[in-house]
């Protein structure tokens, strides 16, 4: 965000609680999503909120704006001026000149761009749109990984469901990723993820998989994991560590653009169920909104 971006959303963090509560849960969502309310029109920005147009004009002249425009202004023109690569990395330059835990941010910050840059350098685009045709071609597309690793494939299938309903998260109920494949055949697919010291479990799945003559995608350390292990398709990600576990942002960050591949992909039948699902959201409250809460007495 630009300076003037960045100074409006401290102020909003610390005035939010003196404002009303439709002011309040307008300032949450610019706080919350500054880049959507740089682009969007002022009807757009209020139907997300639940609120009137003239809620942001009234946040916009309390905050000494003439209007909405001017108020989204600074946002609008952080989309533009927010590019980071142009940013050069004075900022680890200056971190490495200081103190010394500024000096061991400045390595592990330094690490984790190392990790993202090869993880995605290795990311070849013939294996993206293989990796896509098998998802969105099969029947059933399984996802499994342990320990950690199961947090990345959590995630993934969380919201690649939404571009591509037919993701299965497994195992499923605390047992065993085979025991989900046992009616899999040819036209499904394995999303599989491990890194070194790379799981038995996950092995055992894929050896299974092959054997039941499904695709298999592979995201790992490595192209070689065990012995009779040939995925189809291997993203191999870089997990460099500075501390004693295997970083995962660049693992992350594979998840991430192959996400946005399976969104573009599914179109607009995509973009509706990510609708729908927020509106089912919205409509059970699942979501934390000021406007529509009975307001605190304080003592």
């Not at 499994?144 to 571009?163: E, I, K, Q």
């Not at 040939?230 to 997990?239: A, K, L, N, R």
Request: aromatic share 8%.
């Amino acid at each position: 965000m630009t300076n003037t971006s960045i100074q409006l959303v401290k102020l909003l963090r610390r005035d939010i609680d003196q404002f009303p509560p439709q002011l309040q849960a307008a300032a949450k969502y610019i706080i919350d999503h500054p880049a959507d309310f740089g682009i969007d029109p002022i009807r757009v920005t209020a139907e997300k909120i639940g609120a009137s147009s003239n809620v942001l004009v009234r946040l916009a002249q309390r905050l000494g704006f003439d209007g909405f425009d001017a108020l989204r202004q600074p946002f609008r023109q952080a989309l533009v001026t927010d590019k980071e690569d142009s940013l050069q990395q004075d900022w680890l330059a200056r971190m490495r000149s200081a103190d010394q835990l500024s000096q061991t941010q400045a390595s592990l910050a330094q690490n984790e761009l190392n990790v993202v840059t090869r993880s995605l350098r290795l990311m070849d685009p013939k294996k993206i749109r293989q990796a896509t045709d098998f998802i969105l071609g099969a029947h059933r597309c399984f996802v499994t990984a342990t320990r950690a690793s199961h947090a990345l494939a959590y995630y993934f299938h969380y919201v690649g469901r939404m571009a591509h309903p037919d993701l299965h998260l497994i195992p499923r109920h605390m047992g065993s990723a085979i025991d989900d494949l046992l009616d899999a055949d040819k036209n499904d697919c394995l999303l599989a993820m491990t890194v070194h010291p790379h799981s038995a479990d996950t092995i055992r799945s894929m050896r299974f998989a092959r054997d039941k003559g499904m695709r298999i995608i592979l995201i790992s350390d490595s192209d070689v994991i065990a012995p009779g292990i040939e995925p189809d398709v291997t993203f191999q990600i870089s997990t460099r560590s500075m501390h004693h576990f295997s970083s995962f942002s660049g693992a992350m960050a594979v998840l991430e653009c192959l996400l946005g591949h399976l969104f573009a992909a599914g179109g607009d039948a995509a973009r509706q169920r990510v609708e729908d699902y927020e509106k089912a959201r919205e409509d059970t409250n699942a979501y934390w909104q000021p406007s529509k809460l009975p307001k605190l007495r304080r003592p």
